[in-house]
């Protein structure tokens, strides 16, 4: 699905004609994979448009940047500004955000540190990622030939735009394949997580989610869901999984801002079936929360309107 085009972009503190947003071919994140970036997602409330949980996706994306030693020209808060002025400005209810922060025109070579750093906030309306037929009845998944890479090789911490290359090759395979998305093992032959998004499972009564020492992103949905399910009364522990834990789990869902909650209906063919009771009421609240239904949930929403 092409991009659906909105007014302005914001790019190193102006906002830019959304045709004018452009960089330069010798740039060097689009080289060597150096840039840092977050995914984040606004949805139409009562109250208009709210970021849903602003300022932790910027400080994750300060963290990926610290990982990496750039110094970011900007303060958390000030990027946090410009995200809600890039949603206020395009007149957008609800919407993807992508900001990226990276190494700009001027410099080449493997070493970053002398090169110049750019910072630009682009949103568009963007709609279920993985599908409404996989957020009702669930999505087919694959266990990728490809193993996400140890954390001695990038950090899995970081949202390094580099990392997805990793990511891509299993999405691909997945897809080619005829099935909807890929979970990543890590060296050691754990579950780590999906393409772009984290992984539970529900056995016995228990939802059971990687340690993020297995190699999975430390998810904001994550922890949102995280502090769903404890709410609703559900007992959630960090295991490493096996793939034969997949197999025999008695419900699974994935979690991730672009995806949101999504039950797995299998894997590796092996059916789970239609989403279970604990990931329905997961997937519920989290979709009233992010509309500012859920009244303890309402610190999670960064509200756009002045
Ligand atoms: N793991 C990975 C590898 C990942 O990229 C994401 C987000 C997650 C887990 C879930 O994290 P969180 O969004 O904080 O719950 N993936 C972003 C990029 C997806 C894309 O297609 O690009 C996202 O969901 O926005």
Redesign the pocket.
Known sequence: MPIQKVDKIWMDGTLVDWDDAKIHVLTHTLHYGSGVFE?VRAYATADGPAVFRLTD?IRRLFDSAAMLMIEVPFSVEQIVEAVKETVRVNNVEAC?IRPLIYLGYGEMGLNPLPCQVNVSVAVWPWGT?LGEEGIRHGVRMKVSSWRRQDPNIIPPAA?VTGLYVN?SLAKVEALKSGYDEAILLNPQGYVS??????IFVVKGGRIITPPLAAG??D????DSVWTIARDLGYEVVEENLLRSDLYIADEAFL?????EVVPIRSVDDRLIGEPGEMTRKIQETYFAAIRGEVEAYKGWLEYVRV
Do not use: D, M, P
């Open positions: 995914g996706h993807y990622y949202k990511s997580e999906c393409t772009g998004e984290n999975a992103l998810g904001i949905t994550r979690t991730g801002t672009a995806a």
